[in-house]
């Protein structure tokens, strides 16, 4: 028997015969998601259309020379049939989702019943303290009853948002009937409606028994963990099942400003670890590679029965199978196609998956696994790095620059920090990662000794906490970056140049050289002189979201804080991008959560001496969750009348409203917000608050000594239309500074205030526009931006 060998080199070679296919129907796909059915029925006829012609065109050529031109028409063929399946698998799904029957009931907006399917876990979102927890909850629809009676078959995703906390312990593949409003979806998914309910399901019998088995393990998993440090303890199910019920907020940003955040979420990644580690033993067992293939497979059921087989788990599973599969059979060359074949799979069974941000980077991420860890893995080898050694740093730095233009893309930014904090957490993900899961499935049969895992896996997961701590303090830990495709697409393409020219040695050098250069070189600029805060500053808003959060700096380092706005993650990057490291006095306006919700975010590790607060205590949600805070951060908390003065520093303040309690208002938590008359360096501040009409032509009537003339207003409730004109033209500022959130629904700002503000003399900054802003005293008045660091005179 004749044996054809390959070429040299040919084995590194990627194979990409179906990449073609895989990406034509990945794109058709996605595009079909915001395009009518018809439309994308037409855009596959014509396809197929030109795919016939073009194969009929290929075979009638058979025999001819010229075969590199017949393959490369092949190729064509292949990425036109790609189109005519992501096109008409997609056209099928969006036309049940825009069915007649279903559309209607959504345009009608009225109340019906559902009987539903659980697709996905319920999912907790944090909104406004003392309200009621916000559930989403993924479904797919069976029938739906409007009141008349009239039901309607529908096979179609329902998104359930629900405030019962009946909804919380709902498990994929359960059956339900829900009650509520239907409401129009955001579109770009195969979503058909959102079903409003505030009333508990009524549930039709148990979920799968693979669903209770897996619940009863993460149970067993949470419960090995209670012992554990609150940071240690809520890191460790998110690392293992992905629930991070536990992890506080504080770690949770952390990681996302690190680029980390991918482990506390199920991805082919833990499939890898999991997968890795069975073909690990099975190795040394010396297991021949079919055996092997098989016990990573066992491996891999189980993995998913424990996390859950929801849709996201079975797309991390099946990706993070694909290059371990081909590997354990031998077969590495083949793992490319299974990946092309893979994707399009999922796409054509689910073409919402082409939309899924988490799909692009479980793709990417494998990707870079096949194409570029090997590679890498190997060059670290011939120059002597242990084996080990160059597979925990190839793999995570291959994944992390395949998905940093889908992440640059999202975030607007690029993380410089991502890769380095990413190699040091490489050491402690695997342990932890295993650790975790044997302690879950060993917890029905031995719960003492999963607690004892768990202990062990707690230090591994402590490192992992301090990586992201450390990293995301770090200054000048991203860039920002153009957001959407075009940012992506550019990254992509110097990710693509860059990597070519690392192929050529003299060009790597010169990369290596220049790359060092720029480091050495603009780092410490950034670190020394990086422009944020400005010399002299007086007076920083920053944009925290549709809420307050502004800086009065006191000393180095120190500054008093008015408002903490809606975020704690927003606040501390606030103070941490100004170098506060202490607050002698925070200063609580009044209670709405726009104004209180980030208060945990000014106290990270920070010390915080004094809170004061008005003394309307309304809303009690807001009033408590900044008694409680206080409390916990050891600091004194003062209530402040008219006429309370402080001083810091060179800071002093004087609140100077409300004069009175006013009741009966359009808001009295706002019409009892605290003004205060600041002055910074001889410039002088006013802090409004939310104070609307009320409160404003109260302070007019008793003004303080000196009256109310400022060089600088923070314009009060985020500039809303509730102003009064004789209140502005008293205070006459120079400048105008308005904290905002960028497309909220309230009409914040009003464009007749902003408009006043200008034409008496003020230069108005919005920080939904400016971005983080601050007012400098030099000469003269002038602003700086955060986006902008050219001082503008006022």
Known sequence: MTRHHEPPGARDVPDLRLAGLAVAAWLAALAGLHVSAGTSVLVALVAAAAAGLGALHLLGRLGRPAAPVRRHGWIAVAVLLGVVCGASATAARVAARDAAPIRALVNDGGTVTAELVVRDDPRAVRGVPGRPTMFLIPAE???????????????????????????????????????????????????????????????????????????????????????????????????????????PSAVEEDFLATGMTHLTAVSGSNVAIIVGAVLLLARWARAGPWLAAGLCGLALVGFVILVRPSPSVVRAATMGAIGLAALAAGRPRAALPALAAAVTVLVLVDPELAGDAGFALSVLATGGL??????????????????????AVAVPAAAQLACAPVVAGISGTVSLVAVPA??????????????????AALSPLWPAGAGFLAWLASWPAWWLVTVAHQGARMPAGTLPWPDGVAGALLLSGLTLALLVAAR?????????????????????????????????????????????????????GRAVVVDAGPDPGAADRCLRGLGVREVPLLVVSHFHVDHTGGV???????????????????????????????????????????????????VELAVVGPPYPLRGTRSDPNNNSLVVLATVAGVRILLAGDAETEEQRAVLDRPPPGGLRAHVLKVAHHGSAYQDPAFLDAVRPAVALVPVGTGNTYGHPNAAVLGRLARGGARVLRTDIDGDVAVTRSSGLAVVTRGNRTGHPT
């Open 141 to 247: 629809s069976t029938r739906v009853t409007p009141p008349d009676g009239r039901s309607v078959e529908a096979r179609v995703r329902v998104l359930v948002l629900a405030t019962d906390p009946a909804w919380r312990g709902l498990l994929p593949g359960q059956r339900l009937t829900a009650e509520g409003r239907l409401a129009a979806p955001r579109g770009g998914d195969l979503t058909a409606a959102v079903l409003r309910s505030a009333r508990p399901p009524a549930e039709h019998g148990p979920p799968p028994a693979s669903q209770r088995a897996a619940g009863a393990l993460r149970a067993g998993l949470q419960d090995a963990c209670d012992p554990l440090p609150d940071e240690q303890g809520g890191l460790l199910p998110g690392l293992v099942v992905g629930d991070t019920s536990r992890l």
């Open 600 to 650: 945990a975010g000014v106290f990270r590790g920070r010390r915080v001496a004094a809170v004061l607060t008005p003394p309307w205590p309304e809303p009690a949600a807001g009033r408590d969750l900044v008694r409680a805070t206080a409390t916990a951060g050891s600091a004194d908390l003062v209530s402040a009348p008219v006429g309370w003065r402080y001083r810091a520093g060179g």
């Open 370 to 391: 096949l194409l570029l860890a090997p590679r890498w893995r190997d060059a670290l080898r011939r120059r002597r790095v242990p084996a080990g050694v160059a597979e």
């Open 504 to 556: 050529h040695r003299v060009v790597r050098r010169l990369v290596a050289v220049v790359v060092v250069a720029a480091v050495l070189g603009a780092l410490p600029v950034r670190l020394v002189a990086s422009g944020w805060p400005p010399a002299g500053w007086v007076v920083a808003a920053c944009a925290v979201g549709q809420g307050d959060t502004v800086v009065l700096p006191v000393g180095p």
């Open 422 to 439: 990413n190699l040091l957490a490489v050491p402690a993900i695997a342990p932890a990662t295993v650790l975790g899961v044997v302690a």
